[in-house]
């Protein structure tokens, strides 16, 4: 699927644009059907509309091979039963630079979360992306951390930076992260996941190959079924044929 760029990237005329647009972006991917409105200026609320529709048409694309789809928010907390096979995919993919802004970027944020006192260097991870998936293997190299990029949280907040960004806790787990970010008052919050193997972070959502049909199951109900009608016209034809014969 094509890659979308961020129109304001490299707009001098105001460095908000470009965090703006990305946070419609993950707003409309988030919740395509919930209201693309903020209480912004204008100006701004303009770019975060075009950032709002770009994300909700990214979320109904396929990621890939049209066999395979973005899960949906139900689709994951439903990912035990209903997902046979699934990928961790970056969101990079849908945006060059994704959220590494002059106001915002991703890899600091998770960096100073991570580890505040240290000096670990990261970097975006490479557009092309994929990491298999499995609900019970944990990796102790890789962490996924809940990000909000809005920048009006309260100070007072845990996980609220100095620059009023905001982080949940470091998990294993990508669910356990997605149940952060859901808890999260903001829908332009995403999952970051950060390999200290390599030093790569950015943002991922999951995508998905669906389960096929269970075909013995609707065989094996075809075939009763069939039975059930051919008993049912050999019983008519042998009591029309007697009825004939009378």
Same mark, same amino acid.
């Given at each position: 699927?094509?890659?979308?760029?961020?129109?304001?990237?490299?707009?001098?005329?105001?460095?908000?644009?470009?965090?703006?647009?990305? @946070?419609?972006?993950?707003?409309?991917?988030?919740?395509?059907?919930?209201?693309?409105?903020?209480?912004?200026?204008?100006?701004?609320?303009?770019?975060?509309?075009? &950032?709002?529709?770009?994300?909700?048409?990214?979320?109904?694309?396929?990621? &890939?091979?049209?066999?395979?789809?973005?899960?949906?928010?139900?689709?994951?907390?439903?990912?035990?039963?209903?997902?046979?096979?699934?990928?961790?995919?970056?969101?990079?993919?849908?945006?060059?630079?994704?959220?590494?802004?002059?106001?915002?970027?991703?890899?600091?944020?998770?960096?100073?979360?991570?580890?505040?006192?240290?000096?670990?260097?990261? @970097?975006?991870?490479?557009?092309?992306?994929?990491?298999?998936?499995?609900?019970?293997?944990?990796?102790?190299?890789?962490?996924?951390?809940?990000?909000?990029?809005?920048?009006?949280?309260? @100070?007072?907040?845990?996980?609220?930076?100095?620059?009023?960004?905001?982080?949940? @806790?470091?998990?294993?787990?990508?669910?356990?992260?997605?149940?952060?970010?859901?808890?999260?008052?903001?829908?332009?919050?995403?999952?970051?996941?950060?390999?200290?193997?390599?030093?790569?972070?950015?943002?991922?959502?999951?995508?998905?190959?669906?389960?096929?049909?269970?075909?013995?199951?609707?065989?094996?109900?075809?075939?009763?079924?069939?039975?059930?009608?051919?008993?049912?016209?050999?019983?008519?034809?042998?009591?029309?044929?007697?009825?004939?014969?009378?």
């Amino acid at each position: 699927m094509p890659t979308t760029t961020n129109p304001f990237q490299d707009d001098p005329s105001d460095p908000f644009l470009a965090e703006v647009f990305e @946070q419609g972006i993950i707003a409309g991917f988030n919740d395509p059907d919930e209201s693309d409105f903020r209480p912004l200026p204008p100006d701004l609320l303009e770019v975060f509309q075009q &950032g709002f529709q770009v994300g909700r048409e990214d979320k109904s694309a396929p990621p &890939g091979p049209a066999v395979v789809e973005w899960m949906t928010m139900e689709d994951i907390a439903n990912v035990k039963e209903e997902v046979e096979e699934a990928e961790v995919l970056a969101l990079t993919l849908l945006l060059d630079h994704i959220f590494e802004t002059a106001e915002f970027s991703c890899v600091e944020v998770v960096r100073l979360a991570l580890d505040p006192a240290g000096d670990t260097q990261l @970097q975006p991870l490479p557009p092309g992306f994929r990491a298999g998936f499995n609900v019970e293997d944990t990796d102790p190299a890789v962490h996924f951390i809940a990000v909000c990029p809005r920048s009006d949280h309260a @100070q007072v907040s845990p996980g609220v930076t100095s620059d009023g960004h905001w982080t949940g @806790q470091d998990r294993s787990s990508f669910l356990d992260a997605v149940g952060d970010m859901t808890a999260h008052e903001h829908s332009e919050a995403f999952v970051a996941r950060c390999d200290l193997s390599d030093n790569t972070c950015g943002p991922v959502w999951l995508a998905a190959k669906r389960r096929k049909k269970n075909t013995s199951v609707d065989t094996f109900d075809s075939l009763s079924r069939w039975h059930e009608m051919w008993a049912s016209t050999m019983t008519w034809s042998k009591d029309h044929l007697s009825h004939l014969q009378q």
